[in-house]
């Protein structure tokens, strides 16, 4: 079981936009500013898609935003593409004997 | 470009070992924490160790504590993950994965290597 709670699927239409929760606690997502978010294609790496909860790597479209309310962060993908269906992953520092945990990922199907 | 290579994956029974290595370039290797995250088939990604920049410091995941060892040469800038005692339940993808700041800490992982798979079975 992931330390971090996560829908295990979402589906939007082309065009439209998503948004993707992960729950965690005071600990980690709560406490800190240190949620990530990770974009994952079948058989490749995990891609960074948003750090520190709502920054954007250079390269990485702004139609992929986050953001953090208490506990649960957000990562909302606006203007769907088909290239967007992917697995995604929050990750969280936490300030428990596991300072990197993860949710158990989301699966963004684009219809 | 960043490049993260891993190798060192294979089949090994349960018990034995691996070494996996991860040769890294185009960034200042030495300035930045690295970290093994793993992948289980079909499941979702599990952090497993973080080696500060200095190697004074190393984290491990519960799961892996007394069996696995996180090092670096920062001469070669490589870093390494020997696995002992190994089990079933550490088949997986293991990807080499970089902090993006320099300095201490652990997220957030800005670049990833493409993985190497290890499975244990007899």
């Known amino acids: 079981q992931s330390a971090l709670t996560q829908p295990a699927s979402v589906s939007g239409s082309p065009g439209q936009s998503i948004t993707i929760s992960c729950t965690g606690t005071?600990?980690?997502?709560?406490?800190?500013?240190?949620v990530s978010w990770y974009q994952q294609h079948p058989g490749k790496a995990p891609k960074l898609m948003i750090y520190?909860?709502?920054d954007r790597p250079s390269g990485v479209s702004n139609r992929f935003s986050g953001s953090k309310s208490g506990n649960t962060a957000s990562l909302t993908i606006s203007g769907l593409q088909p290239e967007d269906e992917a697995d995604y992953y929050c990750?969280?520092?936490?300030?428990?004997?596991?300072?990197?945990?993860f949710g158990g990922g989301t699966k963004l199907t684009v219809l | 470009e960043v490049h993260l290579l891993e190798s060192g994956g294979g089949l090994v029974q349960p018990g034995g070992s691996l070494r996996l290595s991860c040769a890294a370039s185009?960034?200042?290797?030495?300035?930045?924490?690295l970290s093994w995250v793993r992948q289980a088939p079909g499941r979702g990604l599990e952090w497993v160790s973080t080696?500060?920049?200095?190697?004074?410091?190393?984290y491990y995941a519960d799961s892996v504590k007394g069996r696995f060892t996180i090092s670096r040469d920062n001469s070669k800038s490589t870093l390494y993950l020997q696995m002992n005692s190994l089990r079933a339940e550490d088949t997986a993808v293991y990807y080499c994965?970089?902090?993006?700041?320099?300095?201490?800490?652990?997220?957030?992982?800005?670049?990833w290597g493409q993985g190497t798979r290890v499975t244990v079975s007899s």
């Open positions: 005071s600990s980690d997502v709560g406490g800190y500013n240190y």
């Open positions: 185009e960034f200042i290797f030495s300035s930045h924490a």
């Open positions: 520190d909860v709502s």
């Open positions: 990750g969280s520092y936490s300030a428990s004997n596991t300072p990197v945990v």
């Open positions: 994965v970089k902090r993006k700041w320099t300095g201490s800490g652990f997220l957030p992982f800005d670049h």
């Open positions: 080696i500060s920049t200095s190697d004074g410091d190393t």
